[in-house]
């Protein structure tokens, strides 16, 4: 009797390392869950944010507006929106709210509204965002390249 003294202080701690591991595993489990359930919400803000403004550019589109497209280009973090001026205060504000959104939805983030190839109808629409601080492990994300720094959602369409 005297050679089995402490044999079970030894398996009580076995079992608490095991169980130790195993909340472990758990605890990272459901932080993998609550990132994917973000990033899930990121991507759905970013899709709602471009079918948006490309709704709100059909809408200001039409023979009594023309070169629409072009009154809404927007590019990055520029403070001004192109072809800002008096004609069009209104499509300026818009934008400028827009754009306000995207900043307050998407962690940094770089939105672009462009006309592509000359066709003033078709335009092209990218929300790009970084999950965490610029620095030079963390670029800005290239559409089109698995990346895990950030997210890309890019939508053409024709007015």
Do not use: H
């Amino acid at each position: 009797m005297a050679r089995q003294a402490g044999i079970t202080l030894i398996e009580s701690l076995v079992a608490l390392l095991l169980i130790s591991v195993a909340l472990l595993g758990v605890a990272g489990l459901q932080l993998l869950g609550l990132q994917d359930a973000r990033d899930a919400r990121w991507r759905a803000d970013a899709v709602s944010l471009a079918t948006s403004v490309a709704d709100t550019m059909r809408a200001y589109s039409g023979p009594g507006y023309p070169d629409t497209a072009s009154r809404f280009e927007v590019s990055g973090d520029a403070a001004t929106i192109a072809a800002c001026n008096g004609s069009n205060d209104e499509i300026c504000a818009l934008m400028k709210d827009w754009k306000q959104e995207v900043a307050r939805l998407l962690p940094n983030a770089r939105p672009e509204v462009s006309v592509q190839s000359g066709d003033v109808e078709k335009i092209r629409i990218m929300l790009r965002w970084r999950q965490r601080p610029p620095n030079d492990d963390n670029p800005l994300p290239t559409c089109g390249v698995e990346a895990r720094s950030g997210g890309c959602v890019i939508l053409e369409t024709r007015l």
